[in-house]
Structures are given as structure tokens and as C-alpha cells.
């Protein structure tokens, strides 16, 4: 019986080994999921080392004050509201940006106002322009065009209704 | 708030009174301004009570100007100046 019990407990050893080898080789043999595909690293567009560039224009008859974003976009407006040009930019630098009004009728156009802000820009900026008539806007159709340094970059239309 | 300087066409509306402004949440490199073209029988105090309702504005005018305007007497036709808004 003593001799036994040696035995035993070699051969009970034994197993436990081969049974936590077996269990190891197991773990071993689980496919680990692979891991998710790093996307490739797309640089940021740079919108402040670049020169000045209109983003969008957006005309609105409400603005917020501090971001000088336009409260709704529109593009037809009441005889009394004032009227606001929102020009969206990036880029840096000192740059002139310009505002021309026009009213259409037919074929003749008259100017409403013409209206320049001189910005230093450091990255994306919003500037607005806006335009009111204390006796209130012809009906019709109109424009807004910006320049930016003289160059034509944007055309709005328009309509008071 | 400033007004337009421009005078109706034949049949188109007027738009003398119009009133503008500008302003950006980038630093204003210079403050804004509204170009307008001299007429004939315009001086700087007559421009400036109908820009911002006091003759005795023409100074702000005249020193927006003075790269162009160098005795404010002598304006032209046709002239494009620069009023401060």
C-alpha cells in the first residue's frame, strides 16, 4: 500500500501536467480576433497655414452676435429685415474682403451698397456684412458678390418678396 | 451704420438711404468701410451729414482718405473714396 500511494500520486501529477499542458495548448490554438485596421493617417486639411479662402457665404436676417454665424440660412427675405452676408473663411494673413449689393430688374442693375472689412486672420474667422432700409426693400431680386482681395469668389441671389 | 451715396436710375429704386455695416471675429486689420464715388456737386461735409447726419464729420472721412485726398476741398467726380462705418 505504500508503495502504492507514490505511485499514485506521480501518476495523479502526471495528469494534472498533461491535462494544464493540454488546456495551454488549447488557449494557444484560439484565433485571437484580429485587430481593427488602423486607418490611415489623412492630415487634417490645414486651414490656418494657408492664405485666406472663402469657406461659404450664407445670408440670413439674424445673426449671432459673438460667432457672427447666421442663424438660418436663407435666401428670401422680408421688405424690413435687415439683411446679413455671413462669409465663412480659413486660412491666414491680411486680407480685404468686400461686399457688393445689386439690385436687378430686367436687364439694368442699380448698387445698393458696396461695404469692404480689412481682416489679419489667424485660421477660420467669420465675417458679417449687413445691409438695412429704414423704408423698407424694394421687392425683387438682388445679389451679394464678395471679393476677397479683389478677386470674385462668391455670388449669392436673393429676393425680397 | 452708414448710408449708401447712390442715386437712383432712370426707373430703378433708390437706394441713398441704405444702411450697412461689417464686422469679424478675425482682428480687423483696419476698420470697415464703404466705398463710395463722388458725384458731382459733393463735398466731404456734405457727404458726411448724409453718411452720418453731422457735417462736421468730414474729418472722419478725410483721414480715412488721406492716401487719395490730400486738401479736402478738392474731391472729384468720380472719385472712389473710403467712409468709415
Known sequence: MSAIKPLAVAVIAAALVLSMSACNKKEESVALP???????AVPAPDVINVPVSVKQVTLSNKIDETTRQAAVAMNTFASGDTIYAVVETIGSGKTAIKSLWTYHKGDKTAQVNEAVQEIDAVGPASTEFHISKPDGWPTGDYQVEVFVNGTSVNVQKFTVK | MNTSGNTPGDDM??????ESGASSTAKEAAPAYKLYTIKSGDSLSRIAKHEY??????RRIFE???DTIKDPDKIFPGQEIKIPL
Do not use: I, L, M, Y
Open chain 2, 13 to 18: 429704386p433708390d437706394f441713398s438711404n441704405v
Open chain 2, 64 to 66: 480715412a482718405n488721406q
Open chain 1, 34 to 40: 484580429a485587430p481593427a485596421p488602423v486607418p490611415a
Open chain 2, 53 to 58: 447726419g453731422n457735417a462736421n464729420d468730414w
